[in-house]
């Protein structure tokens, strides 16, 4: 069993930057891809971004490429998402997630989920 919590969501003006973290509980981390997905009010979840078990394959949705960055810390059982230039349209709950593999997060074919946290882009 593996818990994620997200933590790093906000209140941040358009142009501005967050980065969001996520933690695992369980010695298992660095077994897993991991990804970040977000949904908006009225809308479904989306897939942001996700990352592989070692880190060195990333994937991205078109809408955040160049302005989102994912990474991963298995020291720390921690993946982050750097997000730069940020837009209202970015406004959603950001959730972490678990999967088999980068594409398998990239799909939907998810392990574990994490509760979210609230991003809120201002204009």
């Known amino acids: 069993q593996v818990q994620l919590v997200e933590s790093g969501g906000g209140l941040v003006q358009a142009g501005g930057s967050l980065r969001l973290s996520c933690t695992a509980s369980?010695?298992?981390?660095?077994?897993?891809?991991m990804g970040w997905f977000r949904q908006a009010p009225g809308k479904e979840r989306e897939f942001v971004a996700a990352i592989s078990q070692g880190g060195l394959t990333t994937y991205y949705a078109d809408s955040v490429r160049g302005r989102f960055t994912i990474s991963r810390d298995n020291a720390k059982n921690t993946v982050y998402l750097q997000m730069n230039s940020l837009k209202p349209e970015d406004t959603a709950v950001y959730s972490c997630?678990?999967?088999?593999?980068?594409?398998?997060?990239?799909?939907?074919?998810?392990?574990?989920w994490g509760q979210g946290t609230q991003v809120t882009v201002s204009f």
């Open positions: 997630a678990a999967g088999p593999t980068p594409v398998a997060v990239r799909e939907f074919s998810i392990n574990y």
């Open positions: 369980g010695r298992t981390f660095s077994g897993y891809a």
